[in-house]
């Protein structure tokens, strides 16, 4: 779980729009609107939103979903310390509070009876009961509740019920394209613009996979990765091999396939 402050105009994430998303969020926010963010992983959504966050002039309290995260983890919990016990707030409590962008990242991963605790945030309520203290918080001005998921991969295990889908705004994320991509990849990853293309003309190719039984595609950020490795010495083909093929897959074809792709790209 990760804090952030407020940023100052000197410290703007870097991002580049594909389409409206900044539009459509700045009118969710002012509308007091939940939103969804749907994409593959490494596509820029957490990236998108420490911009917005930024932009809109918001702390940010992100938080990693998972299996064991339990709706104690959000809201909080009584702690004992040697003078007796004392309440501390959760992550979801402080946002409340603060006024805070909350960010929960791939919260399929999170338990069902832990999803339903962000339900009366998502609506006009725009409460949070705390059941432990008997409170019942209303979300302080400039709160906004954001979430994300890969439908793409998740969906074979599990997908968030429509009762809690319906309760936000979706923004749809994809891999930029090409001429963006080659942007982020040269600016993120410290490359030459002919690297940056070749990268990004790699991770394309690699891609067209998915079909042949690949379960997750080269990410944007594995492609940056790649980068800053030519970028510091590492000779292009190990770069690749160790950023981009090895993580995607243990799979001999899949993998001989990838190196293939490689070798072709980078002649």
Known sequence: MTDHGAADTSA????????????????CHAHKLAVMLKGPTGCGKTRFVEYMAWRLKRPLITISCHDDLSASDLVGRFLIRHDGTAWQDGPLTRAVREGAICYLDEVVEARQDTVVVLHPLTDYRRILPV??????????????????????????LKDLKPSTRQRFVALDFNFPPLATEVAIVEREGSADYATAHALVTLGQRLRGLQDR??????????????????ASGIPVRDACYAAIVSPLSDETTLVGAMHDLVDATFV
């Open 12 to 27: 703007a994430p870097f991002y580049l729009p594909s389409g409206n998303e900044v539009a459509v969020f700045e009118q």
């Open 131 to 156: 059941d432990k203290t008997g409170e019942t918080l209303e979300a302080a001005p400039g709160f906004q509740l954001v979430v994300s998921y890969n439908p793409g991969y998740q969906r074979m």
């Open 213 to 230: 039984g690949l379960a997750e595609v080269p990410s944007t950020r594995l492609l940056i990765a790649a980068a800053c490795l030519i």
